[in-house]
């Protein structure tokens, strides 16, 4: 008898599937309709945490321009997007670095630092694309006198400041990340440095209305970082391949010498001739005044070279001692060569006896035995 065979079915559209999966597609169906009828009726709170704040119509010659200020209604803003950079956050860990780490084998401290790094890399890049096309549409690259003229820059294009609420909440997120990531005592003072000093110079250019000159001063910095860790995240794939430290390095001291320049340019020249040095909080004109001080100009100036001689001085140092290192190692090996070749010219044939084999007996030169003969009793 012959039987016939059963056709399989995929699973997604099996019975049983369909029948666990109703309540679940309708639960779903009930759930989006009734965030569509909350989103209604709470559509003006969901955009106080979804969009930036404080919109002012601002007169030009074209018309009016909508254009944005703080307030204490951006920490709203910035809570909700620490949220989805810990989101995004946890995407990147899990659907890339996790995966590239299962076949790399790292040891624990490795793993901890390529996370880090595959982590400021996806960081660095997105910001270093979005800067730029910032610094561009805007014109701050073009015309670089837009850095100092019309200070204080109070009012704000969107994108601008859009830019600066997602970097503070990113840097924010990087706080409970410290425990979420399971980071080691050791490394958590050097991270909190670190993030301390990237939120007072995002959060410093944002009250200060030196927006324009942040933006670039993060530009510069972005394309050190992203450089310094995408060479980090190649030698711990290579540990033989440390090219991309020397472009880093020439990155690196470029990026200071324009940021050093910046600085002066603009605080040292360019906000003293600002026409606009009057106290008006109204305006919110609050800091412009500070800058016409000549004493809080060279204040500013010398803390400022001071922290970049800081800078350098710890770049110097590191290139110094991992040139050390180098040729130590570069010696070792020249050393463990030529003891090598050295053992094996001390190394020579044994010494045979004269003379040549035949027939398992040894002959001398002249064919007799080199053995002595025993002489016979009389």
């Given at each position: 008898?012959?039987?016939?065979?059963?056709?399989k079915s995929h699973p997604l559209f099996s019975q049983e599937f369909l029948i666990h999966n109703h309540a679940d597609i309708g639960f779903c169906l009930v759930l989006s309709v009734f965030i569509a009828l909350m989103f209604?009726?709470?559509?003006?709170?969901?955009?106080?945490?979804?969009?930036?704040?404080?919109?002012?119509?601002?007169?030009?010659?074209?018309?009016?321009?909508?254009?944005?200020?703080?307030?204490?209604?951006?920490?709203?803003?910035?809570?909700?997007?620490?949220?989805?950079?810990?989101?995004?956050?946890?995407?990147?860990?899990?659907?890339?670095?996790?995966?590239?780490?299962?076949?790399?084998?790292?040891?624990?401290?490795?793993?901890?630092?390529?996370?880090?790094?595959?982590?400021?890399?996806?960081?660095?890049?997105?910001?270093?694309?979005?800067?730029?096309?910032?610094?561009?549409?805007?014109?701050?690259?073009?015309?670089?006198?837009?850095?100092?003229?019309?200070?204080?820059?109070?009012?704000?294009?969107?994108?601008?400041?859009?830019?600066?609420?997602?970097?503070?909440?990113?840097?924010?997120?990087?706080?409970?990340?410290?425990?979420?990531?399971?980071?080691?005592?050791?490394?958590?003072?050097?991270?909190?440095?670190?993030?301390?000093?990237?939120?007072?110079?995002?959060?410093?250019?944002?009250?200060?209305?030196?927006?324009?000159?942040?933006?670039?001063?993060?530009?510069?910095?972005?394309?050190?970082?992203?450089?310094?860790?995408?060479?980090?995240?190649?030698?711990?794939?290579?540990?033989?391949?440390?090219?991309?430290?020397?472009?880093?390095?020439?990155?690196?001291?470029?990026?200071?010498?324009?940021?050093?320049?910046?600085?002066?340019?603009?605080?040292?020249?360019?906000?003293?001739?600002?026409?606009?040095?009057?106290?008006?909080?109204?305006?919110?004109?609050?800091?412009?005044?500070?800058?016409?001080?000549?004493?809080?100009?060279?204040?500013?100036?010398?803390?400022?070279?001071?922290?970049?001689?800081?800078?350098?001085?710890?770049?110097?140092?590191?290139?110094?001692?991992?040139?050390?290192?180098?040729?130590?190692?570069?010696?070792?090996?020249?050393?463990?060569?030529?003891?090598?070749?050295?053992?094996?010219?001390?190394?020579?044939?044994?010494?045979?006896?004269?003379?040549?084999?035949?027939?398992?007996?040894?002959?001398?030169?002249?064919?007799?035995?080199?053995?002595?003969?025993?002489?016979?009793?009389?």
């Open positions: 008898m012959a039987f016939r065979r059963r056709a209604e009726v709470t559509a003006k709170t969901a955009f106080l945490f979804i969009l930036p704040q404080y919109n002012v119509s601002v007169p030009t010659a074209d018309g009016e321009l909508v254009q944005y200020h703080y307030g204490l209604k951006d920490l709203v803003t910035i809570l909700f997007y620490i949220f989805i950079a810990i989101i995004l956050h946890a995407v990147v860990q899990e659907y890339a670095l996790d995966k590239i780490n299962r076949r790399l084998h790292l040891s624990k401290v490795k793993h901890s630092k390529f996370n880090e790094s595959g982590q400021l890399v996806a960081f660095h890049l997105t910001s270093l694309i979005w800067c730029l096309y910032v610094v561009v549409t805007e014109g701050y690259i073009s015309n670089p006198r837009s850095l100092w003229e019309n200070y204080p820059h109070v009012y704000l294009p969107f994108q601008v400041k859009f830019f600066y609420l997602c970097q503070l909440a990113y840097w924010l997120h990087a706080l409970p990340e410290l425990y979420f990531q399971k980071v080691r005592k050791e490394d958590i003072p050097r991270q909190l440095q670190c993030i301390a000093l990237y939120l007072a110079h995002i959060a410093g250019a944002y009250l200060l209305n030196l927006s324009r000159l942040g933006l670039i001063l993060l530009l510069l910095q972005y394309l050190a970082e992203f450089f310094f860790h995408m060479a980090r995240l190649v030698y711990f794939t290579d540990e033989n391949n440390e090219k991309l430290f020397n472009v880093w390095a020439v990155v690196f001291v470029v990026t200071k010498l324009f940021t050093l320049t910046l600085y002066i340019l603009v605080i040292g020249f360019g906000l003293p001739r600002v026409e606009n040095q009057a106290l008006e909080p109204e305006r919110g004109n609050l800091f412009s005044f500070l800058f016409n001080n000549i004493l809080f100009r060279m204040s500013v100036l010398l803390l400022v070279c001071l922290f970049q001689a800081s800078v350098m001085w710890r770049f110097i140092h590191f290139q110094l001692r991992r040139w050390r290192e180098y040729w130590h190692e570069q010696s070792s090996r020249k050393r463990a060569a030529a003891a090598t070749a050295g053992a094996k010219q001390q190394a020579k044939p044994l010494k045979r006896d004269s003379g040549y084999h035949e027939n398992g007996v040894v002959k001398a030169e002249n064919g007799t035995s080199p053995r002595t003969k025993k002489l016979k009793s009389p």
